[in-house]
C-alpha cells in the first residue's frame, strides 16, 4: 500500500516542501500528509513533476487544491465550521475532524485515521473531551492538546539513528521553557577563540569643515563618527563564530495553506541547514493560539533532522493571534538555563492580528496596546524581533513597531518565492556577530562647546547633565557593519585660542562575543579644525562624507514625511516631496559626483513615488515598503523590500548577508547547483552529512521576474 501512495504523490506532483529522511519516523506514516504539510517520497527517485511557476510563486495541483477547500468531517459528513460549538481535532496526519466524532470512533482501541488509514501515534481520549464539556466550552478554531501517550524510557534509545520519535519531542509542552539543551562550548577548538574576529572595531572622525574662523560662530557644526565593525574569520567553521539562539516565531494561520506555508517550510530548512552545531534553534506557530513545536535544541546533525520533523508537521488552520506567538517565543529565550552570545527571534506573520493586539494606525479599541502584552525583555531591547510582513494583507504598522520597539529589523516580503532569500539575508547577518554591547562615549574637549543634538536613528542617546559628554548605545555589529553619527556642537566667537582648537573626543567600548573580553578603543587624538584670525574669501570645503551621510538623514526624513502625508490621504503632496527631494539629492554635491548612496537613495525614492501612485497601490504595498525602508535607515541595517531585486536593498548589505543571499539563490537546496555535476574524486560526505543533504534536496524553485 505504502509504495502505492508513494507512487500516486509522485503523480500529482507533491514534491514542494521538505524531504524528512526514511530514519525519522515509522515508514508508514510518512506519507500521512496534507496539501501544506512537508511531504516528499522517501525514496530518492527522480521527480517527474515539479511545481509550475506563476507570478505568485508556485502552483499547487488543481486536484489538491480542491481537496483541501472540503471541510468536512469525514466521520459525521458535515460541515466543519467556525461559531457552531464543536472543538475541531487535527490529527497528526492532518486531517481534521470534530472532536467529538474522533473520540467516538477510537473509544475502542482503534487508533486509524479514517481518511488515510494511519495509524497514530496520539489518539484524543474521550474522557478528556467529557472533562472539557463539563467545564470550559472549547474554542472552534483552537489547536486541541492531545496527552501523549505513555511509552517505556527505551524507546528513544532502541531507534537504531539515535533521534527520538516525533511524539516524545513537539507534543509535550512543559509549563516553564528549561529543558535547553546544554552548551557544548567546552568541546570547541581551543583557537576558536582567537580566530573569530579580524581585527578590532575602526574609528573614523570627520569634521564638516577643516578650520572656521575665530570671529565666526557656526551653529550645528557637524563631527560625523564613522564605525567600521571587524571581519570575520576567513574559516567556514561555525566554532570560529559567536554561536546563537534562534527562536523562529511562524504564522500558521489558515491564510497560510497551501503555497504559502510550503514555501516557508523550505525556507526554514534552509535555516536549519546553515545553522551550526554550537547554534540553538526553537520554533514556535502560532493561529488562533501559540504552540511550542520544537525545544531550543542544539543544531547537530541529528538536531536538525529532528528540527525539519518539526517543521515538517505544520499545518495551517485558525486565526492570527501574534501576541501569544511572541510572547510563547520570548518565554523559550527567558526560561532557558544556558545562553549563547546572540539571541534573536524571528517573526513572520501574512494577515492582520485577530486577537490581541490593536495596531498602532488601526485606531481600534479592541484589545491593549502589545507593549503591555509583551515580556519586558523584548520592550528592553533584550530580544531584538526581526520581524517579516509576507504579502499585501499582513499589519506592516504593527509588524514595523514590534521590531522598532525591541531594537529589531521590519522587512516586506512581497513574493512568496524571495521568503527563503529574505531570511537568507537575516541569518546572514546573525551568524556574524562580532561586536556586542556597544557604547559610544563623545565628550566635548574645549570648555565652551556643548553637543546641541546627536543624529543616532533609532539608536538611543543618553546626554549628560552639562550637554557636554553624551553616550550611543549601539548593540551589536555584524562583520564588517558600518554605523555612522553626526553629532552636532555649536562653534562660539572666540578669542585667544590657540591654533588649533580641539573639539571632540570619541571612546568606544564593547565586548567581543567569542572571548568575552572587554575592548576599550579611543581614536587617533582627538578632533581638531583650525581657528585661523581669518580665512579671507576662500570657502570651506565640506567633508564629502558628512555630506553624504546628511543626504542620508535627509532622504528618511522626507520618506518618513511622505509617509505620514499618504496616511492622511494626501498622495499627491506625499508624491511632490518626495520628487522635490529627488531633485535636492541629484544637485548635491554627492549626486553631481554620482556616489553610489545618493543613487540608491534617489532610486528609493522614486520606488516610494510609484508605490503611492494610488491608494489602492499604496494599502497593497507601499507602506509595507516604506517601513522596510525606514527601518534599514534608522538601524542603518539592511531589510528585504520588494522582491529582493532593487539596489535599494543593498544598501546596508555586508558580505557575509551578500554570501547567505547568494547561496539561497544558487543551491538547489542543500546541495550548490555547481558541485551537483562535479568531479568523482571530491571529498566524500560523511553519511550523516549526506543523510542531511538529501533530506533537504529539492527541484530547482522559480526566481522572481
Known sequence: ??????????????????????????????SRRSDDTVSLSPVMVPRPTTPIPSSSGLRLPRSISKSSSKKTCAICLTAMKAGQGHAIFTAECSHSFHFHCITTSVKHGNPICPVCRAKWNEVPLQSHNAKSKSSVKPRDDAWMTIPPRRSSQNQSSSRPDGLRPVSSIFNTEPAVFNDDDPLEHQDRPAESSKAGVSGKLEVKTYPEVSEVARSVSFKDFAVLINLKAPAASNSSSSSSRAPVDLVTVLDVSGSM?????????????????????????????FSSTARRNFPLRLMTETGKQEALQAVNALVSNGGTNIAEGLKKGAKVLIDRRFKNSVSSIVLLSDGQDTYTMTSPTSGGSRGTDYKTL???????????VHAFGFGADHDASLMHSIA?????????????TVIQDAFAQCIGGLLSVVVQELCVKVECVHPVLRIGSVKAGSYRFDSGPDSRTGCIGVGDLYAEEERNF?????????????????????RCIYKDPMTKETVDLSTSGEVKILRPIAIGERRPVVSIEVDRQRIRLRAAEVI???????????????VSVL??????LTASVSGRAGDPLCVSL????????????????????????????LSSHSWQRATARGDMSDTTTMSYQTQSMVDMVNLSQTMNFGKPLASANSSSNSTPIPSAQRRLRQALTFPARPRPR
Open 1 to 30: 500500500m505504502g509504495s502505492k501512495w508513494r507512487k500516486a504523490k509522485l503523480a500529482l506532483g507533491l514534491n514542494l516542501c521538505l524531504y524528512v529522511p526514511k530514519t525519522l519516523e515509522d515508514p508508514s506514516s510518512l
Open 257 to 285: 495553506a497551501g503555497t504559502k506555508l510550503a514555501l516557508l517550510k523550505r525556507a526554514m530548512g534552509f535555516v536549519i541547514q546553515n545553522l551550526g552545531p554550537f547554534d540553538r534553534l526553537s520554533v514556535i506557530s
Open 374 to 384: 509583551l515580556p519586558k525583555e523584548i520592550n528592553g531591547n533584550r530580544i531584538p
Open 404 to 416: 522598532e520597539n525591541s531594537g529589531g529589523t521590519f522587512s516586506f516580503i512581497e513574493s512568496e
Open 486 to 506: 553626526l553629532v552636532n556642537l555649536d562653534i562660539p566667537i572666540v578669542d585667544g585660542v590657540s591654533d588649533p582648537m580641539s573639539v571632540l573626543k570619541v
Open 560 to 574: 518618513s514625511e511622505a509617509r505620514v502625508l499618504a496616511e492622511r490621504g494626501d498622495l499627491t503632496e506625499a
Open 579 to 584: 520628487e522635490t527631494c529627488r531633485g535636492i
Open 602 to 629: 534617489c532610486a528609493e525614492l522614486k520606488e516610494t513615488q510609484e508605490r503611492m501612485a494610488s491608494r489602492q497601490v499604496y494599502e497593497a504595498s507601499g507602506r509595507a515598503y516604506v517601513l522596510a525602508g
